[in-house]
């Protein structure tokens, strides 16, 4: 077959300093990550990023798993009557809440919701399955979608219908139930920092943003290239809010009828367009190894000489047989530099040229998608050192990814400071808690309250916006 001509592979991507968001969006359709579908808000995650979202959750399953979790599955309508037991839980979610009215040709005689969260059929479930403290703690997780009738959509940040992880935990005490979601936000940032090699944030929200209907809310904040903030993951802490309209309730040791202690926790597909715009360039993709459908592609060069396509089969054998996820690309209708291109855009950590001098070196030509390095390296114990390579590659897209994150991170102590700041990246403010300053905050420069750290001493003792006593640090930013 005749070879493409390479200016027909030639796909632009805006660059990042002239439209961020276009950038973004470039990226996401030309490396075929999701397509768009008649429902406005709604993606189809095509292979390669459905494949991404897998290895997110083998990862995560692992860990929930590890921490003594169990994963079930719910329905995905509600009961109307469900929906408004807990009266600030449902009216958080109201204006997002896509609703089944008919069936067939009949009208329902109760509104179903189609989920956007799973609280309240959770709760049921507990109510029904918890009966004495034996039973206790339930610890249950579900890999699901859900709807949120969003008003402005963006594949994979914000759609209408996006697939996720929910956790929901069941304890016997107030200790318990806040010692397991301080537990799995440490599991969320322990995998977005060793795993999409994404830096976060890990803190405690505001009031004002915490989860409807939770007494606590965490989370783990990202700062995206542009500087903004991409909320990664959060934990909740509902003490006895939904177990009260609920009623679950326990027997407990003192023969005194109890009610439970709840928790939620939650991670989404938008953890994908983190990735994206954490580590991707004017290129494509570069995907952090842990997550990379492809870990590394082989690819014969001068394919048709005798015994290049034997020896790439041979290394692809070998870099599969030590467990590293590898792609043989060895289509004869499109020539080497196409394919240069193509996996660069998709961005493969590393790509493997194999061809006649190669072979008479006994080497393999090498070149590093994070870096865009190239060396050789010896064909002998090749899988060792390409397992070295990727390590190498994750542990510097995370430096990378910190560099920026702490370059763009910067104490202020006055709103000019502040709306200055949170322009290129996160301002670290002291704050008296308040929620009129908060507001003003966010009217006055676009950015919200990210969160409370953890175990960081305040650097000053005046709130940025009212001047009056603080002892509060508060993280700020503009987000997605």
């Known amino acids: 077959m005749a070879k493409r001509k390479a200016q027909e592979f030639v796909k632009h991507i805006t660059p990042r300093e002239e439209d961020f968001s276009q950038w973004y969006t470039d990226v996401v359709t030309q490396t075929e990550l999701m397509d768009y579908t008649p429902v406005r808000g709604c993606m189809a995650m095509r292979p390669y990023g459905n494949r991404i979202w897998e290895l997110i959750q083998e990862s995560l399953d692992k860990r929930f798993k590890e921490t003594g979790h169990e994963n079930v599955s719910m329905p995905m309508l509600i009961p109307e009557s469900l929906l408004v037991k807990e009266a600030e839980h449902v009216e958080g979610f109201a204006p997002e809440?896509?609703?089944?009215?008919?069936?067939?040709?009949?009208e329902l005689h109760e509104r179903l919701a189609v989920r956007p969260t799973s609280e309240t059929i959770f709760c049921t479930?507990?109510?029904?399955?918890?009966?004495?403290?034996?039973?206790?703690?339930?610890?249950?997780?579900?890999?699901?979608?859900?709807?949120?009738?969003?008003?402005?959509?963006?594949?994979?940040?914000?759609?209408?219908?996006?697939?996720?992880?929910?956790?929901h935990t069941v304890h016997a005490t107030e200790e318990e139930a806040h010692e397991e979601a301080l537990l799995m936000l440490e599991v969320y940032r322990e995998f977005c920092e060793n795993v999409l090699a994404m830096p976060v944030f890990s803190g405690q929200k505001s009031e004002k943003e915490k989860f409807a209907g939770a007494r606590t809310t965490y989370s783990v904040e990202a700062m995206m290239q542009d500087g903004k903030a991409l909320q990664a993951g959060t934990s909740h802490d509902f003490g006895t809010n939904f177990s009260e309209p609920f009623e679950i309730q326990f027997l407990d040791k003192d023969g005194q009828l109890k009610y439970c202690y709840e928790t939620s926790w939650g991670v989404s597909t938008r953890l994908i367009g983190a990735i994206i715009m954490t580590h991707g360039d004017e290129r494509g993709l570069r995907l952090p190894p842990a997550?990379?459908?492809?870990?590394?592609?082989?690819?014969?060069?001068?394919?048709?000489?005798?015994?290049?396509?034997e020896k790439a089969q041979e290394i692809t054998d070998a870099l599969k047989a030590a467990g590293i996820r590898v792609k043989l690309d060895d289509r004869d209708n499109v020539s080497p530099g196409w394919k240069f291109n193509e996996w660069e855009l998709?961005?493969?950590?590393?790509?493997?040229?194999?061809?006649?001098?190669?072979?008479?070196?006994?080497?393999?030509?090498?070149?590093?998608?994070?870096?865009?390095?190239?060396?050789?390296?010896?064909?002998?114990?090749?899988a060792d050192s390409v397992k070295e390579t990727l390590n190498s590659i994750q542990q510097g897209l995370f430096e990378q990814a910190n560099a920026l994150k702490?370059?763009?991170?910067?104490?202020?102590?006055?709103?000019?400071?502040?709306?200055?700041?949170?322009?290129?990246?996160?301002?670290?403010?002291?704050?008296?808690?308040?929620?009129?300053?908060?507001?003003?905050?966010?009217?006055?420069?676009?950015?919200?309250?990210?969160?409370?750290p953890f175990d960081e001493e305040p650097f000053h003792d005046r709130c940025v916006c009212c001047g009056k006593e603080a002892d509060t640090i508060m993280y700020f930013a503009k987000a997605y």
């Not at 004495?132 to 914000?158: A, G, H, I």
């Not at 493997?352 to 390296?377: H, M, Q, W, Y």
Request: proline share 4%; charged share 25%; with cysteine.
């Open 97 to 106: 809440v896509a609703w089944v009215t008919h069936g067939g040709n009949e």
């Open 125 to 167: 479930m507990f109510a029904k399955w918890v009966q004495s403290w034996r039973d206790l703690p339930m610890k249950y997780n579900q890999w699901c979608s859900v709807m949120r009738w969003e008003k402005s959509t963006r594949p994979f940040l914000r759609t209408a219908e996006f697939w996720w992880q929910e956790g």
């Open 291 to 309: 997550v990379a459908p492809f870990q590394a592609v082989v690819i014969p060069v001068a394919a048709h000489k005798p015994g290049v396509n």
């Open 346 to 382: 998709k961005g493969v950590p590393l790509r493997v040229e194999i061809g006649p001098r190669d072979i008479e070196k006994g080497v393999a030509f090498c070149c590093r998608r994070d870096t865009n390095e190239k060396f050789s390296l010896d064909l002998n114990g090749l």
């Open 406 to 452: 702490i370059s763009r991170t910067k104490d202020v102590y006055n709103m000019e400071e502040l709306n200055e700041q949170v322009q290129i990246g996160y301002a670290r403010t002291m704050w008296c808690g308040d929620r009129a300053c908060e507001d003003l905050i966010k009217d006055e420069t676009s950015a919200t309250s990210r969160n409370i």
